[in-house]
């Protein structure tokens, strides 16, 4: 099988050399573990013993698993997606596990190398990969915990021990089942239950690492945490399942990124992630999103269907969401806010940017239950190319919830003739002190804002990523510094060749 | 300088200029006058390469070099700087990040070091300063909610900033009070009035000519130039009117 897989890798990446530009473009030839392709009962039971995994896990697994093979693939969003082979898969492959290595000089390469295109540090490098000591020797200027998320398992987590001293968990997942059962149990599939979705329900079944973070009461978490996503087997889907909880009166930011090589074949990714704040707790979830978004001619590129959603439940407490979606073939998602708590607060901060065949419907729900709760959407979508982009957008006030306010804006921007920008807000309200307020705009890049940006002297692929970081300002200023710089090349390189 | 030989150019379908020859040198102010539809404008936006107009015949050089060969924003690292008519809105992008980035980007073209954030601002700074205009508006998303005088004063703190060799200046005049045309009058004379640089000043009327004394002044009419003379050609003009001039 091994030689099978590195002889399709050597395609894959001929082919993908030809085509667009992208950064993470790259893969890995690093040994892996797979389980036996396709999806079964045994493939459940095969993920949740490679994991160790105890026995109410692996009933609620296959619980799900059940569901989900009753349930069909939603068909409402403006998405043309082919039919997916859920047998024509790997649903778990892993880097093989190495014994404990004394110096980064015995770390597989390969591996090495992934994590210097992330931009990882050196010391934080040695503790991923697992050298004996790495977290001793001086902290990196950047001050990042990191979980890596490699194909189908979490690889390390950093800062582990500093992060302890605060009281702060940061595990992958698998490790937080073992080590934290009750706390897992208390709140996993409880924002997202297990039927929620289709993708969601599957995700239950079959994911196979990601993040836990817990936050105690009273604590503002000392630094930021961020998981880096990565898809690098081929014919893989990927699962991640994120489950943050802050605890009364705490604080934590969060990011996450993800980058996947180029391959002609479509994957899946499905992740579910679930946020929970008690009182007077704000959580900031950041996600620059760069799957592979297939090449010029629509080919190749992630299925993105992820389930986001965050339970505001205590009073006053607060979830910020900001993403920067300019990856993925398919990007099918809806980070949401469930306002129960008296006073909570949900934002929804979003760049969407589709080019060539890219097609992403994505938005936000603002469900609110609880009095005098406040949510702001901001959303800016950018097609170029042949994309279509859609803003799909609920907001709910329950009869009980008194005082409810909310602020939405969506705003498009077209760049050629070609592309599509669809908004569709659903506004349900129940009580009638609420105020709601919606502005949309739709918008051309203008020949005039070309020609005055280039009299100026940048050339068309400057002025265009100038004029669309304009036009995104609002939400990239909700970025942490060094993701917002990131994010800013970013729009412009997922635009190159959009003009001219 | 500039080496304009008969130069015919369209829009769309319709021909515009039809066989315009003009020469300017280093060190020389130039004025174009003429009557609304002459191609005033036309001839500004091909001499920096707007697309959509389209040079049929002809040719021009820029320092020796053929200038329409070059793209638009090769022509401004080049040197050559146009002053909008109407002045275009960028919103969410601040006039500082606009014009470092445009800075920067001709710098590079040109193989220079880039300016640092602190480098910049301090140029800014003395250009708005010298204009009568203060750091916020520089801070302000470019040209968003300015009035029309705010925006042709803009032009002229980027043409500062950028410092080119030869401005060509639409109607930098029109839609400016008395005070502001005299304020954007000494900035042209400040900032171009010097031996190694030239301007076209294309306009209407007279009156900013009171400020920005032209060594030459020329006629466009019906798509090429008609008649050429020193300064007191523009008196003539504004005493007469184009219509005397063609009878």
Not at chain 1, 330 to 351: I, Q, R
Request: proline share 4%; glycine share 10%.
């Amino acid at each position: 099988m091994t030689n099978d897989i590195e002889i399709k890798d050597k395609a894959a990446w001929d082919a993908a050399e030809k085509v667009a530009d992208y950064e993470h473009g790259w893969s890995s030839d690093i040994e892996t573990d797979f389980a036996p392709k396709g999806l079964n009962e045994d493939t459940v039971r095969f993920i949740s013993a490679k994991k160790n995994e105890p026995e109410w896990m692996l009933e609620w697994r296959l619980k799900a698993f059940a569901m989900w093979k009753t349930m069909e693939a939603p068909d409402w969003a403006k998405l043309n997606v082919p039919p997916i082979d859920y047998q024509d898969a790997y649903y778990y492959a892993a880097p093989k596990a190495k014994p404990k290595l004394s110096s980064l000089d015995e770390v597989d390469p390969e591996i090495l190398r992934v994590y210097e295109k992330l931009g990882i540090p050196i010391a934080e490098q040695k503790l991923l990969a697992g050298v004996e000591g790495g977290e001793v020797g001086g902290l990196p200027q950047r001050r990042v915990a990191v979980d890596a998320v490699f194909d189908s398992v979490s690889v390390a987590t950093t800062f582990r021990a500093e992060l302890e001293r605060a009281g702060v968990i940061f595990r992958s997942i698998s490790e937080a089942i073992k080590e934290y059962p009750d706390l897992v149990r208390k709140y996993l599939g409880k924002i997202v239950p297990m039927h929620d979705n289709y993708f969601a329900t599957l995700n239950c079944a079959v994911f196979s690492d990601g993040t836990f973070v817990y936050i105690p009461e009273g604590v503002r978490c000392p630094m930021e945490l961020s998981t880096y996503f990565r898809i690098n087997a081929e014919n893989t889907g990927q699962f991640e399942r994120t489950l943050i909880v802050a605890d009364k009166g705490s604080y934590v930011s969060y990011l996450e990124g993800c980058t996947a090589p180029m391959r002609d074949e479509n994957q899946l990714h499905a992740a579910v992630v679930e946020l929970v704040a008690l009182d007077d707790a704000e959580i900031k979830y950041s996600t620059v999103q760069n799957w592979y978004p297939g090449d010029a001619e629509g080919k190749g590129g992630i299925y993105n269907f992820v389930t986001k959603r965050a339970l505001c439940q205590g009073r006053n407490s607060k979830v910020s969401w900001t993403q920067v979606e300019t990856g993925s073939a398919v990007t099918w998602k809806y980070p949401s806010c469930v306002l129960n708590g008296e006073n909570s607060v949900g934002e929804f901060y979003s760049v969407a940017v589709t080019n060539n065949y890219q097609q992403a419907d994505t938005g936000t729900k603002m469900i609110h239950n609880g009095k005098g709760s406040r949510s702001t959407i901001v959303s800016k979508g950018i097609s170029a190319g042949h994309s279509n982009n859609t803003y799909r957008g609920l907001v709910r006030v329950a009869p009980n919830a008194e005082g409810v306010r909310n602020f939405t804006q969506c705003d498009s921007l077209l760049l050629g003739s070609l592309s599509g920008a669809h908004t569709v807000p659903y506004i349900e309200v129940r009580n009638p002190s609420a105020q709601i307020e919606h502005e949309a705009t739709t918008s051309k890049i203008s020949d005039d804002q070309m020609f005055y940006a280039m009299a100026r002297g940048l050339n068309a692929e400057e002025a265009v990523a100038l004029i669309v970081n304009g036009f995104a300002k609002e939400v990239l200023q909700q970025l942490p510094m060094e993701f917002a710089v990131e994010a800013q090349k970013l729009l412009g390189i997922s635009l190159e060749g959009s003009v001219g | 300088m500039l080496q304009i030989t008969n130069l015919h150019a369209n829009v769309g379908d319709k021909p515009i200029l039809k066989g315009l020859t003009l020469s300017l040198n280093a060190g020389e102010i130039h004025a174009i006058m003429g009557p609304n539809g002459a191609g005033k404008s036309t001839l500004g936006y091909v001499l920096s390469g707007r697309p959509g107009y389209e040079v049929t015949e002809g040719s021009v050089t820029f320092n020796g070099q053929d200038l329409l060969a070059l793209e638009p924003h090769e022509r401004a690292a080049a040197g050559l700087f146009l002053g909008f008519q109407y002045p275009v809105e960028i919103p969410g992008v601040s006039n500082v990040q606009f014009l470092r980035e445009a800075l920067n980007a001709q710098r590079k073209y040109r193989g220079e070091a880039p300016l640092s954030g602190g480098e910049f601002l301090k140029v800014a700074r003395e250009q708005a300063g010298a204009l009568g205009m203060d750091m916020d508006m520089l801070k302000r998303p470019v040209n968003v909610g300015f009035s029309g005088g705010e925006k042709k004063r803009n032009e002229m703190v980027q043409m500062g900033i950028i410092d080119p060799a030869l401005a060509i200046l639409d109607e930098t005049d029109s839609g400016l009070d008395i005070d502001a045309l005299r304020t954007v009058g000494d900035g042209i004379n400040r900032i171009m009035r010097k031996p190694d640089k030239a301007v076209l000043l294309i306009t209407h009327y007279q009156r900013l000519l009171d400020y920005v004394k032209p060594d030459f002044v020329h006629v466009l009419d019906g798509g090429r130039i008609t008649r050429t003379g020193g300064a007191e050609l523009a008196l003539e003009l504004e005493r007469d009117g184009y219509k005397e001039l063609a009878a």
